[in-house]
């Protein structure tokens, strides 16, 4: 049974789920992990205080570099190295593979952009409800974590993405 996991015959849907694994891996423990490991010259104190401050990292102007830097390494590891790995060590297939001898077609292009702007649309309405949305008295405490956790991502995004100059 574990051999076929890793059998280069599986079907394609086992295939989608080994990437989408290693990616989260990559995404959420890998390279946040050393995106910190980088981040460290650029920080001033200890790696305890350093806990401390990203509890509340918009009162620490200081941390916007280390979390660019964490935030990049975590979108490089998890989105783009650890599927490429994936695809290089389990699918045995080259990574230049996915560029070389296919054309890029026109109608892809405009049908994604299609795609994508009409899912704009219906999207904003689950926005919309999603910021509106009451919770029966039973899940309450669900309801406040929850609308805590989204101000402080809002108030997070805020902070990592206003900038004083160009």
């Known amino acids: 049974?574990?051999?076929?996991?890793?059998d280069h015959q599986r079907p394609a849907w086992?295939?989608?789920?080994?990437?989408?694994?290693?990616a989260m891996l990559g995404f959420v423990v890998i390279g946040p992990i050393f995106g910190f490991l980088l981040s460290i010259p650029f920080i001033e104190g200890d790696l305890m205080s350093l806990q401390s401050m990203l509890k509340s990292p918009t009162d620490y102007p200081e941390l916007r570099i280390p979390l660019f830097i964490m935030q990049g390494c975590a979108t490089l590891v998890g989105l783009i190295l650890f599927p490429a790995l994936y695809i290089f060590?389990?699918?045995?297939?080259?990574?230049?593979?996915?560029?070389q001898g296919k054309p890029?077609?026109?109608l892809s292009i405009l049908l994604t952009v299609f795609v994508v702007i009409v899912f704009t649309?219906?999207?904003s309405f689950f926005?919309?409800?999603?910021?509106?949305?009451s919770m029966p008295d039973f899940l309450k405490?669900?309801?406040?974590?929850?609308k805590q956790n989204e101000d402080r991502a809002a108030e997070l995004t805020t902070f990592l993405t206003t900038?004083?100059?160009?």
């Open 1 to 6: 049974m574990g051999s076929e996991l890793f």
């Open 14 to 22: 086992i295939s989608v789920i080994l990437i989408f694994l290693s």
């Open 89 to 99: 060590a389990f699918e045995k297939k080259s990574i230049l593979m996915l560029v």
């Open 104 to 106: 890029l077609y026109s």
């Open 121 to 123: 649309i219906p999207n």
């Open 127 to 133: 926005i919309e409800w999603n910021a509106n949305l």
């Open 141 to 146: 405490g669900f309801e406040m974590w929850a």
């Open 163 to 166: 900038f004083d100059s160009f």
